[in-house]
């Protein structure tokens, strides 16, 4: 009949040891569960920040484009007007080198045939 006896204690005797087992693994499962939560939700976190960060800059980056296109308009108007006010000044300055110049042309026909009847016959020709 000793041989017919286990060495493993009976499931009376285990019932206890597996209570206190099962619940310090359940004990072990919630400490764990805890700190995945508390990850969880501080990388949570970290994201909605960064997702905030990235809005922000996403806005900026919109409101700086408007001010460059802005900007760029603005540019070629005055571009614009700047080629518009050079070629008034190139038209000036061609009035007035056509002025001195006709009125050099008119000097330059008019003096002559003043001095040509006031010329002395000095008997030379």
Do not use: F, H
């Not at 619940?23 to 949570?44: C, F, P, S, Y």
């Not at 900007?71 to 190139?90: F, H, I």
């Amino acid at each position: 009949p000793s041989s017919d006896l286990q060495d493993v204690p009976g499931q009376i005797e285990r019932v206890p040891q597996l209570t206190q087992q099962v619940a310090e693994l359940t004990e072990q499962l919630a400490g764990i569960d805890n700190t995945w939560k508390t990850r969880v939700q501080g990388m949570q976190e970290t994201l909605d920040a960064r997702k905030k960060l990235v809005d922000e800059l996403e806005a900026r980056t919109k409101a700086l484009n408007d001010q460059l296109a802005d900007a760029q308009g603005e540019l070629r108007s005055t571009q614009a007007r700047l080629g518009d006010e050079n070629k008034q000044v190139m038209m000036r300055y061609m009035v007035y080198g056509g002025s001195i110049a006709g009125a050099g042309l008119l000097v330059g026909l008019i003096l002559p045939a003043l001095t040509k009847g006031r010329k002395k016959n000095d008997g030379w020709v």
